[in-house]
């Protein structure tokens, strides 16, 4: 017996790509897993669909489209002006070439990235940081507010919003300001983090949400409250 309900259309890819714009944050996480699944038509149309997204900003819908294509179509990623260089800005005080930290993300090498990002914040701290290899909690204050703006933009914005140091800020913040229950919420081991390093990581989308970049806690939890608490870090909405 026939029910009378009309048969469900699924959403073209014109209505994907304006939901990815506009959608709630729910929406758009929904929006992504249905794109990634029509995304052999997406090469045509993502060129144009990159145009509503601002290349100073770090909305992920932008890095989404181009992590599709480079899963399935990366040849297509070609012919779109300034992916080679990165399509994201990504400037620095410090002249900083962020390119390899971006194709990092873009092709989700999370490990590299990961390792690039230490390496960055390094080079910001100075070059007694470079030549002992870490960085001390008292030389963040100091670090160029637009250079960490940039590493966390292209976090949040190649991971679908789920990765970066706002993202852990964010999470930090809802917790009550407790890195004892943070810890478990991002998947860490606040003790000996490091000394597991990379086997205990997730190097994945997969990854709880705020799992990367990670931050060394061997020393405590200094050294990630100084980033977090840094201006140039500061949550956005």
Avoid at 83 to 92: E, I, L, Q, R, T
Avoid at 104 to 130: I, K, M, N, P, W
Wanted: one cysteine or more.
């Amino acid at each position: 017996m026939l029910s009378g309900r009309p048969p469900t259309t699924q959403p073209g890819i014109d209505q994907l790509l304006d939901r990815l714009v506009s959608g709630s944050s729910r929406q758009k996480r929904s929006t992504a897993s249905a794109l990634e699944k029509v995304s052999e038509q997406l090469p045509e149309k993502a060129e144009e669909a990159l145009k509503s997204y601002s290349r100073d900003g770090d909305d992920w819908g932008a890095g989404w489209i181009l992590q599709i294509l480079q899963r399935h179509q990366p040849a297509a990623l070609e012919a779109i002006p300034g992916v080679s260089g990165g399509w994201f800005h990504a400037p620095s005080s410090l002249d900083i070439d962020y390119t390899h930290l971006q194709q990092a993300l873009l092709r989700e090498h999370f490990e590299e990235a990961d390792r690039l990002t230490s390496c960055a914040l390094r080079e910001l701290a100075g070059d007694q940081a470079v030549q002992r290899g870490y960085v001390y909690f008292s030389e963040v204050p100091p670090m160029e507010s637009l250079d960490l703006t940039t590493i966390d933009r292209l976090w949040v914005a190649y991971s679908q919003g789920r990765f970066g140091f706002t993202v852990q800020a964010r999470l930090l913040s809802a917790l009550g300001g407790r890195y004892e229950r943070l810890w478990p919420k991002i998947g860490w081991k606040n003790e000996g983090v490091w000394t597991r390093y990379p086997g205990s990581f997730l190097w994945s989308m997969d990854a709880p949400e705020g799992h990367m970049p990670l931050v060394n806690q061997l020393r405590g939890v200094r050294l990630m409250d100084a980033l977090l608490q840094h201006p140039g870090l500061a949550i956005r909405t």
